[in-house]
């Protein structure tokens, strides 16, 4: 029932303004102008506290996320369309827990990270009035905190993608419906850096490289007659090559050598990669608003796990498997906060 939910709220923008897709690309490109610039930030908290001697074994809890996003999108001239996007987001979770040195008691522990995203694009597009227009673009992705493990590492993993191909406006009826396609091959490199040693601090930078298909969507629309409005961005990357991929087949083998029974995983790397943002928000007041957020990844082999053939086998192992998640990934929060847009 629950997926099933999930999946209507993804496609109700879809179905709910299909009519509006005759509108083609009426609108588009827009005339040459000054920078259009938009800026919101929201802060979203919820927190719950019981005493000591609360029956039912609840336990309270605080958990904050504050996300801002950013745009800036010029017409430069009637045949250039330049569009600028960061997102950034970081929200903690905190939750009572009985004291260790009094079990009667409880304490608070520790937060942990429960959102971390750093998206920053940019996008220029020949705008010749052609059926489809030429694009290139460049994408950065990263995270604040690596908690992957106690000892932390700022911004790592880090992924750098450059792209060319064509674009096309689906639908461009006003500000609050635009939704553009873009179809083109793209370069991405990985960068990791990894603990070297169990106990020190220190860290080996690792790089590795691929080369794929890419279908990119940015979606702006406002729906239900106007009382929500949905952001959407999705991001499907093909790979058609990866730069390591004979390492990978080597451990591959290796691994299998110690323990048949282990699944193949040499072409783990060859399935697609998806990464869909949905984000729907209705204001109750100009500060105010219910946000609702869903974000599903696929990521079957993550090419930034180091590939290492001099390590045992079974340290070899448990490095890669971490890199590996056969099923997608879903991460859902529903808040109400603050949200305020100062441009």
Do not use: C
């Not at 020190?200 to 691929?210: A, C, G, K, L, V």
Request: hydrophobic letters at 40%.
């Amino acid at each position: 029932m629950r997926k099933t939910l999930l999946v209507a709220l993804l496609l109700l923008p879809v179905t709910a303004n299909a009519q509006s897709f005759a509108h083609g690309d009426e609108n588009w490109p827009p005339p040459p102008g000054p920078w259009s610039n938009t800026a919101a930030l929201a802060l979203n908290i919820t927190q719950s506290a019981f005493s000591d001697n609360w029956s039912g074994g609840d336990t309270g809890s605080i958990s904050w996320q504050l996300k801002g996003d950013f745009g800036a999108r010029r017409q430069v001239s009637q045949s250039f369309h330049w569009a600028n996007q960061l997102q950034l987001a970081f929200g903690q979770t905190a939750n009572q827990i009985a004291d260790p040195n009094d079990p009667g008691s409880k304490v608070w522990a520790s937060p942990v990270k429960s959102t971390d995203q750093i998206l920053a694009e940019s996008v220029g597009i020949l705008t010749k009035g052609w059926a489809v227009d030429p694009y290139g673009s460049v994408r950065f992705d990263s995270q604040f905190i690596d908690a992957t493990d106690p000892r932390r590492r700022w911004l790592n993993p880090m992924t750098f993608t450059e792209s060319i191909g064509v674009a096309k406006t689906i639908a461009a009826a006003g500000e609050d419906r635009n939704s553009l396609f873009r179809l083109g091959f793209a370069l991405r490199q990985n960068v990791a850096r990894n603990f070297v040693d169990a106990v020190t601090e220190d860290t080996e930078t690792t790089t590795s490289q691929q080369g794929g298909i890419q279908l990119a969507n940015d979606t702006t629309w406002k729906i239900l007659e106007d009382r929500v409005l949905y952001t959407g961005k999705l991001l499907v990357f093909y790979p058609l090559f990866f730069a390591d991929s004979d390492k990978l087949e080597e451990l591959d083998t290796a691994l299998l050598a110690a323990d048949p029974t282990r699944e193949s995983i040499k072409d783990f790397w060859k399935s697609p990669n998806v990464d869909w943002q949905n984000t729907f928000s209705s204001n109750i007041t100009d500060w105010l608003a219910v946000n609702l957020y869903l974000r599903f990844k696929y990521l079957k082999f993550d090419t930034s796990t180091p590939i290492n053939l001099d390590a045992p086998a079974t340290e070899a192992a448990t490095t890669i498997d971490g890199g590996i998640r056969k099923a997608g990934q879903l991460q859902e929060t529903l808040g109400v906060g603050l949200t305020y847009r100062f441009l």
